[in-house]
C-alpha cells in the first residue's frame, strides 16, 4: 500500500478542461478559469465569487435525488456555471482541496466532501445502509461520481491517498473517510462492546470502522468533521 500527502499548493491541476488552481496552504479554495462553452458543476454555499458574464444555471437531481439530498441534509440542487469567466470556491473548514480524475470509472464519496466537478460528469446518491447514523458516521448517503473529468473534493485537515492492492484490507475509522474507487469493497464493523464504547467517550472515537479491501484508491482526512463538532459541543 502506498500513502502519499498530495501537493496540490497552487497548482494547475489539469490543461485537458477547464483550468483548476488549488491556492493556499492550509486553508485552500478553488479557482477554476472557464473558455467560452466550458461549464462545471458546484455545490451550492460553495462559491465564493464569479465573473459577472459567468452564467448559472440550477439542475436539479430529479425527485430520487431531491429525495437522498433532503435526507442527507444537504442542498437539493447543482449550480452549473458557464463560461467564460472565472469563479472560486471553498469548504466550510480549513482543509486542502482533493482532485480526483475520472477516466470512465466511479468513486464514492463522503457527502460533505463535494466541492466541483467537471460538466462531463454524471453525480448521483447512493444508499450506504448502516454506513450511516451510527456514531462516528457521517451521512445515510454517499456521493457516486461517474464519467471522464475532474472532481475536486474538499479534505478536512490534511488528505491521505491510499492504492490498495488487490486483496490487501485497510481498517479507516468512519469519519475519516474521504472517497473511495468503486472497485474497493467496504463494509462497517463496531470495534467492542459497551465498555469500549465507555471508554472512548462520546465523540465515538475508534468503536465504527470502515473495512476497505482492494483493488482501487482510498482516500481519507486527518480531522473527523464528527468528532470535531462534539469536541465543540463539550466545550460549551
Do not use: C
Request: glycine content about 12%; aromatic content about 8%.
Amino acid at each position: 500500500m502506498n500513502i502519499s500527502a498530495p501537493n496540490i499548493y497552487e497548482e494547475e491541476l489539469w490543461k485537458n478542461m477547464v483550468k483548476y488552481e488549488a491556492i493556499g496552504g492550509d486553508v485552500q479554495y478553488l479557482k477554476a478559469t472557464l473558455q467560452d462553452g466550458e461549464s462545471a458543476f458546484i455545490e451550492p454555499g460553495h462559491l465564493i465569487h464569479k465573473s459577472s458574464d459567468v452564467h448559472l444555471d440550477v439542475q436539479a437531481g430529479g425527485l430520487h435525488g431531491a429525495l437522498s439530498h433532503m435526507l442527507s441534509g444537504s442542498a437539493v440542487f447543482l449550480l452549473k456555471v458557464n463560461g467564460p469567466g472565472v469563479f472560486t470556491a471553498a469548504g466550510f473548514l480549513p482543509g486542502k482541496i482533493v482532485e480526483v480524475k475520472l477516466n470512465g470509472n466511479s468513486i464514492l464519496a463522503e457527502f460533505n466532501a463535494f466541492l466541483s466537478m467537471d460538466s462531463g460528469i454524471d453525480y448521483s446518491r447512493k444508499f450506504a445502509g448502516i454506513w450511516t447514523g451510527m456514531m462516528g458516521g457521517e451521512g445515510v448517503f454517499l456521493e457516486k461520481f461517474t464519467g471522464n473529468g475532474s472532481i475536486f473534493l474538499h479534505s478536512h485537515g490534511q488528505p491521505l491517498e491510499l492504492n490498495l492492492q488487490p486483496g490487501e484490507q485497510i481498517q479507516v475509522e468512519m469519519s475519516h473517510v474521504l472517497a473511495f474507487e468503486e472497485s474497493v469493497q467496504y463494509n462497517v464493523q463496531r470495534i467492542g462492546g459497551l465498555k469500549t464504547m465507555l471508554l472512548a467517550g462520546a465523540e465515538g472515537e475508534g468503536l465504527f470502522f470502515a473495512n476497505m479491501k482492494g483493488p482501487g484508491k482510498v482516500w481519507v482526512h486527518t480531522i473527523s468533521l464528527h468528532q470535531l463538532a462534539l469536541k465543540m459541543i463539550r466545550r460549551q
